[in-house]
Every structure is written in C-alpha cells, then in structure tokens.
C-alpha cells in the first residue's frame, strides 16, 4: 500500500461518503464527475481495497470504505487545522442560522457543540426563512443555515453549498376547539375546504408557502391571504391566536397555547430540510456541523422516507 496518499483521493473519497452520489459530489468539490470517478479508482488501488458499491440507481459504501471513512476525516481535520494554524488568521466564530430556537437546525447545533473544543465558537441567528437566510449566506453576513433548498431561486442556490440532511414530517396546527382536533393523525383529505396559515406574504419564507401551495393544490385546502412578515416566538403566538388561524407546521415546532400539533398523513407530506453554507467556507464548526448531522440522522432515521410518502417538486423528481 502507498503511504503518501495525496489529502485531494481522501477528500474525494469524504466527499463521494457525504453524499452517495457521485455528480453532487463531483459539483461540490467543482470537478468533473470523470475526474472525481478516476480519483476514486487511484485511492482504490492505493489502498488495495474496494471503497464503493455502485449501481444505475445508488451508491454506497463496502466495510472498507466504512472502516477508512473516520480515517480519512481525521487526516483531512488535520491537514485543515495545520493550514489555519499558519494562515495567520484568527480563528472567528461561525454565525449559524437555525431559523427558530425549535427547529432541525437548534437540533444539528446544539449536537455539534458538544464536541467542539473552547477555541471553537458557532453563533445562533434566528432566520424566518431560507429565502432571507439565503440573501444574508451570499453577502457573507452568515455562514451556515438550514431550510428547504430546491425552494430557492436556482441561480441562488448555485451560489451555494448543500447537503440534505432530513425529511420532516409534515403537521397541522389546529386550535383544542377544532372539530379535527380530536384525532391522532389528520389525513390531507380531511382538511378540504380548510383555510390553513403558510406564511403567504413573507418574502423571507417564500420556499415554505411554495411547498405549501403545491401540498394544497387539487386538495380543496386554501391559502391564508398574505400578512406581514412575523418576527418572534411571542408575535407569532399572539397572531395566530388573535386571528384563529390553523397552521401548516414541521413536526418540529413551538408549542402555541390552545393548539394540538398533529401530523398530517394519506399521504405522509415531507419536506427536506439541507445545510447549506457558503461556497470555498473552510472551518472546524462547518466539519463539526456536518457531523452532528449526519450523527442525527443516523440515530433518529432523518432520511428515510415512508412508503406513502409526498415531495414538493423538484425533489419529487429527483433521485436520492
């Protein structure tokens, strides 16, 4: 075996691990997916051993590519803390947007906290929405934020990184005194001719109220009319209170007073939730969040999507 594997076949290959996918790896590392593909295929010479299994249809690690994955992210953390040491840049704290303090991305930061060493600061912005996270990552006013990805405008999108990260499961928000409020679970069905609250009117949040809108469609569920932006956990609560409004929710989300949370189902709407950063952002909180991710989603199944399960489009049409 060479013992001088070059750091560009190990970021390769983290790269390809990350993402199961061989072109997202490809545009995130912005090489071409023939280059990323003979990269792979040295580290698997190099190191005598398959790393990959592919297929038309998906891609996924063999034993020894399980074995030398935690390998590999310790060298390439290596070879990055050396670089910072010598930048002569002082280290800063990475502003992270979780959107709200209830949310899968409070839940991905307060995981990635605890392993990070004093010396590393990640900072909580609160974000209505992608849409104005998203404007605030590309004039660097932020680092890292979550939300509905493919809800952005592409040329937006392209600007930035991504990852999925989770499906969340859809929910209604309903007032104790509903009519539906009684059931465990509320079918779509049972919300025709409902008038349900998606954040219509907030420039911030328009990736939500599109997911909405396509989720209501053929359905008889209508729109609530746009209202102004809502800033704030008790103005959000004291809205929604004043004007009786059912909500469309995740099923992570704030307790409103004289409200049930119920998921919805028939079937089960999802919405995918990535990490998205900044293009060329290089930082221990950035590798430490990634982490705590895919920690997450690995213990509570984040990824796997039922069988009856419905996507916005475009992720409709796209492969896992």
Do not use: C
Not at 186 to 201: D, F, K, N, V
Not at 233 to 247: A, G, M
């Amino acid at each position: 075996m060479n013992r001088d594997i070059e750091p560009r076949l190990l970021r390769a290959f983290t790269a390809v691990a990350d993402e199961l996918h061989f072109t997202r790896a490809a545009a995130r590392l912005y090489v071409a997916q023939q280059a990323l593909s003979r990269d792979i295929r040295r580290l698997e010479r190099e190191l005598g051993a398959e790393l990959f299994v592919r297929t038309t249809r998906q891609v996924a690690l063999t034993a020894a590519g399980e074995r030398l994955l935690p390998y590999a992210r310790r060298v390439l953390q290596a070879q990055d803390d050396l670089v910072a040491a010598f930048s002569g840049a002082e280290r800063r704290p990475l502003l992270v947007d979780v959107s709200a303090p209830v949310s899968t991305g409070s839940q991905v930061l307060a995981e990635a906290r605890r392993g990070l060493g004093p010396e590393t600061e990640l900072v909580a912005r609160f974000h209505s929405g992608l849409a104005g996270a998203a404007a605030e990552l590309l004039a660097g006013r932020l680092d890292v934020s979550f939300g509905r990805a493919h809800g952005l405008d592409p040329a937006v999108l392209a600007r930035l990184e991504h990852r999925l990260i989770r499906y969340e499961r859809l929910a209604v928000v309903l007032r104790e005194d509903h009519s539906l409020a009684g059931l465990e679970r509320i079918p779509l069905s049972a919300l025709a001719g409902e008038t349900l609250y998606a954040a219509a009117g907030n420039h911030t949040t328009t990736e939500w109220t599109d997911l909405a809108a396509q989720l209501f469609a053929g359905r008889g569920i209508a729109m609530a009319e746009p209202f102004p932006e809502i800033e704030g956990d008790e103005e959000f609560i004291r809205v929604v209170t004043k004007r009786r409004w059912s909500v469309l929710a995740s099923e992570v989300f704030i307790h409103l007073p004289g409200t049930v949370l119920r998921p919805l189902t028939e079937p089960v709407p999802l919405s995918p939730v990535s990490i998205l950063w900044r293009k060329g952002l290089s930082h221990p909180g950035l590798d430490a969040l990634h982490t705590a991710a895919r920690t997450l989603a690995t213990a509570s199944d984040w990824l796997t999507r039922p069988p009856d399960s419905w996507l916005p489009r475009p992720e409709a049409g796209r492969r896992a």
